[in-house]
Structure formats: C-alpha cells, structure tokens
C-alpha cells in the first residue's frame, strides 16, 4: 500500500511539476510577445518622426526677437489690440518666416515686408503651429485674411489684392479680436 501511494504521490508531484513547466514557459512567451511589441512600437514612433511631415517636432532653435510693435485698429482708429513682432524683411528672413517653431505667445506675431506693394502668396510648409494670416496694402489696410491656416499645409494662401505686409499671429487671433477685411494696422521698428 505504501508503494501505491508512493507512486500516487510521485505521479501528483510529476504533474504538478509539468503544469508548472508549462505555466512558467507561457508566462516567457507572454513577456517576450509584450517586450517585442514595445520594442516594434517605438521603432515605428521613431520612423515616423523621421519621416513624416504630420509629426511635430520639438524644433528648440528658432527664438522668438521682438524687433517691434504692431497694433490693430477698426477702419475709424478704434483699439483692438498690439502685440510684439519679430520683422522679416529680406529675402533670407522672410523664406524663413515661422518655419520650424512650436510655439509664439499670443502677444507676438511675425511681420513681413515686402519691396512693392504686389499680389503675396504663402504656404505653412515646415509650419509647425497653426495662424492666421493677414494681408495689409500699402495704406496699412488689411486686405485678406487667411483664419487657421492648416501646419504643414503646401496649398497657397494667396492675398487677393495687392499687399506689402503680411503678419501671421496664432490661430484664432483675428476672431478673438474681431480683426476684419478693411481694419488697419500700426506699427514701429524698435
């Protein structure tokens, strides 16, 4: 009798130790199925951030220069707002315009000058952060405005009539302010 239950036992702890076996070697596999798709799901983070033009990218190297003042006014010189502008006003820094930022306050905005009074065009290629942008004539009249111009977006923003500043402020700016077709601008070179 006690070597039936010896074999019993022996038989329990035999499986027993194979139910553990088992278990141990699908728990393994469990682990190296979810390492492998943390290790495949970064590679893919990391190949579209190298790749893709829908990615934002952190871009650190652009600061924003107050280079002066630009304020907003109804058509009969009524105050809407003022913020700092950084001026782009060759050829190099208006190429470059807000190309590769990530962000700009809503008191700053980028201000273009061009050498004539002529029909502008823009894209937001290499545009990170959403805007509105204004086209002015040479009476300081704004002559259109493009609301939310869409980051990354290569389709024009044309002016519709001859302009010769253009200022892109942060998106949704115009609307907060109720800046309109026919309003005008001021503005100084500090």
């Given at each position: 009798?006690?070597?039936?239950?010896n074999q019993?036992?022996g038989n329990?702890?035999?499986l027993?130790t194979?139910k553990q076996?088992?278990f141990q070697i699908?728990a393994?596999f469990?682990?190296?199925?979810?390492?492998?798709?943390f290790v495949?799901s970064t590679?893919l983070?990391?190949?579209?951030?190298s790749?893709?033009n829908?990615i934002?990218?952190d871009?650190?190297a652009?600061?924003?220069?107050k280079?002066g003042?630009?304020?907003?006014?109804?058509s009969?010189?009524?105050?809407?707002?003022?913020?700092d502008?950084e001026?782009?006003?060759?050829?190099?820094s208006?190429s470059?315009?807000l190309?590769?930022?990530?962000?700009?306050?809503?008191?700053q905005?980028?201000?273009?000058?061009f050498p004539?009074e002529?029909?502008?065009?823009?894209w937001?290629?290499?545009?990170v952060?959403p805007?509105d942008?204004i086209?002015?004539?040479k009476?300081?009249?704004?002559?259109?405005?493009?609301?939310?111009?869409v980051?990354?977006?290569?389709?024009s923003?044309a002016s519709g009539?001859p302009?010769i500043?253009?200022?892109?402020?942060n998106?949704g700016?115009?609307?907060?302010y109720?800046?309109?077709?026919g309003?005008?601008i001021?503005?100084?070179?500090m």
């Open positions: 009798m006690s070597k039936k239950n019993k036992d329990k702890k035999s027993r194979r076996k088992i699908a393994g469990v682990f190296v199925i979810i390492i492998l798709f495949f590679f983070r990391e190949t579209a951030n790749n893709g829908n934002v990218k871009y650190t652009f600061i924003f220069k280079q003042e630009l304020t907003f006014v109804s009969d010189g009524k105050f809407y707002s003022k913020i502008i001026i782009a006003d060759n050829d190099d208006r470059q315009g190309m590769y930022r990530n962000k700009m306050t809503d008191t905005g980028m201000f273009f000058i004539n002529s029909y502008q065009s823009f937001m290629k290499n545009t952060i805007l942008i086209f002015v004539n009476k300081n009249e704004i002559v259109k405005i493009h609301k939310n111009a980051p990354f977006d290569e389709s923003y009539a302009a500043y253009v200022v892109e402020v998106a700016y115009t609307d907060r109720k800046i309109k077709v309003d005008k001021v503005w100084r070179r």
